[in-house]
């Protein structure tokens, strides 16, 4: 999201947020998984971790949100 909304191109020089959530339907806790996001190619880390250390219960997710800036317009690949 740029600027609270959903946008298909990105500004250049314009924060916008990353919000990755993984969880799991089986039955059993992951007692210890590490969620991490590969930050794109030419895009810049401003605020908080591409990675999260969790315990994931079922059901439940596990969140990572960070803040990357683009430094040219355009659309940007993550892996």
């Not at 919000?19 to 998984?33: L, N, Q, T, W």
């Not at 591409?50 to 803040?67: F, K, W």
Request: hydrophobic share 45%.
């Amino acid at each position: 999201t740029q600027g609270g909304r959903d946008v298909p191109m990105l500004w250049a020089n314009v924060p916008f947020e990353v919000r990755v959530r993984v969880r799991h339907d089986g039955f059993v806790s992951i007692d210890y998984a590490l969620v991490e996001d590969r930050l794109p190619a030419g895009a810049d880390l401003l605020d908080g971790e591409p990675a999260n250390h969790a315990a994931i219960a079922p059901g439940a997710p596990a969140d990572v949100t960070y803040t990357l800036k683009c430094p040219a317009p355009g659309v940007l690949r993550f892996e």
